[in-house]
């Protein structure tokens, strides 16, 4: 346990029961540090530590700016850089231990999959779960191409923040390929601070308080000549991890910045997505999301 604001709410909740429990907030593995051009947030790192950093205030705001749009300011001087990216799904039926949950209790099946869905993923879903990721920081680091470090029994290494998540096929229990005894010690962006003039991430939320994501996009442009020559775009609120958006990335190289190219971008995000009963609106709402932020970065002075 470090920051323990997701921990104690399963446990009081009765969706985790573990029997030993590890303080890990004595480990030296916090803090922020920026050189040579590289982030590096410790695990450790509380939130709000985080976001009010200069070097990622001024080099990295999509960061900063995802922080900022997630918890509370309380919750945020709690929680820290690794438990956000390993926060479990807001899905009510793996919260709720008497109703049907393969994430929680595999076999059990997926009660979301004909019930209440409104919030559930449009991407990345099986017929075993169709729960969403919740974390804000998680969809503004894969967008910047974020390393996570990870030290284990067997030894560290370092793999692509992408490659931490699983898609639930076959066994939705299972959120991340962390193995058992594994920790994340470190979080390393690389170059990030060239999307910082262009770069911003848009929540939209059933209020503006304490709220999760319906839909988020984390967005970054790079100009040269007045064409688009780098594009970032990874989306949450959809999918059962961040969403990176790579084909609309493409799709945008050596566009001159305007509403068609944006439109475009936007177009291809939402192909194949797969609507349940309640939650067809977010296709549309993702759609104009991203080319309401594309609309803010690329016009930036």
Known sequence: ????????????????APEHLVDITGLPIGGVTAAA?????????????????PAVAKGHP????????????????????????????????FRSEPLPCNKRAPGSGCGALAGENRQHALFGGSDACVATHPSDLAVALAALDAQVDIVGPSGARRLALADLYRLPA??????????????????????????AARSAYLKIRD???????VVSVAAAL?????VVVEARLAVGGVAPMPWRLSRSEAA????????????????????????LAHNGFKI?????????????????A
Not at 207 to 213: G, H, L, Y
Not at 284 to 300: F, H, P, Q
Request: glycine share 10%.
């Open 62 to 93: 999509l960061i900063a700016q995802a922080i900022l749009a997630s918890a509370s300011g309380q919750v945020r001087n709690m929680a820290t850089v690794a438990g956000a990216l390993l926060q479990r799904t807001r899905c009510v039926y």
């Open 252 to 275: 945008l190289i050596g566009r001159r910045p305007g509403a068609e190219a944006w439109a475009a971008a936007a177009d291809i995000a939402v192909e194949g997505a797969r609507p």
């Open 170 to 195: 076959a066994s939705p229990e299972r959120d991340t390929t962390l193995s058992p005894g594994e920790l994340i010690t470190a979080v390393e962006v690389a170059d990030a601070d060239r999307f």
């Open 1 to 16: 346990m470090a920051g323990g604001t997701d921990l104690l709410q399963l446990w009081k909740a009765g969706v985790q």
């Open 37 to 53: 051009g590289r982030l590096a947030l410790g695990a450790l790192a509380r939130l709000g530590q985080v976001a009010a950093h």
């Open 207 to 213: 209020r503006a308080s304490f709220e999760f994501a």
């Open 284 to 300: 549309e709402l993702l759609r104009r999301a991203i080319v309401r932020v594309l609309e803010t970065v690329g016009d930036l």
């Open 222 to 226: 790079r100009l040269e000549g007045g």
